[in-house]
């Protein structure tokens, strides 16, 4: 009897070229100009204020909060998530019934896919695209389908807007079929920085209404937003009874670290995301859904949602005067931490050494192995949130995440001065 290998992995994880960031965080610690600006990954470089990091610590002392929370989550944290949401919704939110936690917001929209998708079912998403939603689609058998948004046709000539990332909304009506299951939908959108507009949002929804299809709106960026901002689930009542919206802690308060997300929705979804939930995890980290719980019921008061998208903004604004400094035009970001600068005008050495790895990639891959080797700026190519058909369309991209303290942004903006003897 001949035995199959014991060590042939699922098909699910098998064959995956290497990452984004294995390649990023390899040439980083390879290069010769050290320490590392690390401008590329999403996390703070400060840590989150005062009173939330002083509710984690307390409750650290209790009993209680060191044991298994409740699957769907401790309540308190879904009480104060109610409270807080409830006057974009225009009403109030059941606690119980339309909300959820989850370890992380990105184990949510797992769980929200394991819920409602099965073996052959579709789901449409834009491209750029966060990486995770591929994998994550897949794993209980979906077929992603993609529709991009249209860069800017002016982007590599001069700055433009986030908002000039354009949806081809008879492009995305094409990609409905009979299996289609969900649309997922990021704003503030990660990495363009897009705010989808009201009348855009509008668009999707009616097309989802139509077809009777659920909306994933995954806005964990949703407490920094430079421009109105609206949310999908507040719509109507049509587009409300589809729509899951995805929430983050860790975005909310400066700690990617805790995994503590949510997702907000009517009881006939939100109870089988729940229920997908508890089969993958069980319950999330007791402990810190208590200290986030602190952070929504004491935010108000501390002054800090405004606080935060000030100091965001600002951020913002300092270190993209060093593209204007250089003459390198950038996509004015309407929300979130992230800046798409274009390197169009950026000439790399002919003959430069890359690994195979990287040459085999496209040229934002090239441009981010040089900044790291060479000038010690760390930035993430956004043609890893691409299919290869569209890869062309972020090429002479990156993305830089201003989530850092100032110190760390003046420094990369020192050493990205260092770009000015390669340009023409």
């Known amino acids: 009897m001949v035995r199959n290998d014991p060590f042939r992995p699922a098909k699910r994880v098998a064959g995956q070229k290497q990452d984004v960031w294995t390649i990023v965080n390899e040439a980083a610690t390879a290069s010769p100009v050290q320490p590392i600006v690390n401008m590329g990954q999403g996390f703070f470089g400060y840590n989150p204020p005062k009173y939330v990091t002083d509710a984690a610590k307390d409750a650290l002392n209790k009993v209680e909060c060191n044991q298994y929370s409740p699957t769907k989550g401790r309540p308190r944290l879904k009480k104060a998530i109610a409270n807080s949401y409830s006057p974009f919704f225009g009403r109030q939110l059941d606690p119980n019934t339309e909300v959820t936690i989850t370890t992380g917001a990105n184990e949510g929209m797992l769980s929200a896919f394991m819920a409602f998708i099965e073996d052959g ?8 695209f966060f990486d995770q939603y591929i994998s994550n ?12 948004l249209q860069p800017p046709k002016d982007g590599a000539a001069k700055n433009t807007s986030a908002a000039d990332w354009i949806i081809d909304m008879a492009a995305l009506e094409n990609a409905i079929n009979d299996k289609t299951r969900m649309v997922v939908l990021n704003t503030p959108h990660n990495p363009v920085g897009k705010v989808f507009s009201k009348t855009e949002l509008e668009a999707i929804g009616a097309l989802c209404v139509k077809h009777n299809i659920l909306i994933l709106s995954d806005e964990v960026y949703d407490r920094l937003y430079y421009v109105p901002f609206t949310r999908m689930a507040t719509l109507s009542r049509e587009i409300a009874a589809l729509t899951l919206t995805v929430g983050s802690a860790g975005k909310n308060f400066y700690a990617t670290g805790w995994r503590v997300g949510w997702l907000i929705g009517p009881e006939h979804l939100i109870k089988y995301v729940s229920a997908a939930h508890t089969r993958i995890c069980y319950s999330s980290v007791s402990p810190l859904q208590e200290a986030a719980a602190v952070g929504f019921e004491d935010a108000d008061k501390e002054g800090f949602w405004e606080q935060s998208k000030k100091e965001m903004k600002d951020k913002m604004t300092r270190f993209c005067s060093i593209f204007d400094e250089l003459g390198l035009p950038y996509s004015d970001p309407e929300g979130g931490y992230f800046v798409l600068a274009n390197l169009g005008k950026v000439k790399l050495p ?15 891959f090239k441009m981010s192995w040089f900044l790291i080797m060479e000038l010690g700026v760390a930035a993430i190519p956004p043609t890893e949130f691409y299919t290869p058909e569209n890869a062309h369309l972020g090429e002479n991209w990156l993305r830089f995440a201003v989530c850092k303290n100032d110190d760390v942004l003046e420094g990369a903006k020192e050493r990205l001065r260092g770009l000015k003897r390669y340009m023409t």
């Open 137 to 148: 689609i897949e794993m209980p058998g979906g077929k992603v389908r993609y529709v991009p």
């Open 121 to 128: 079912d579709e789901v449409i998403i834009f491209e750029p």
């Open 350 to 364: 002919e003959n430069y050494a890359f690994p195979p790895h990287v040459a085999d990639r496209p040229r934002d």
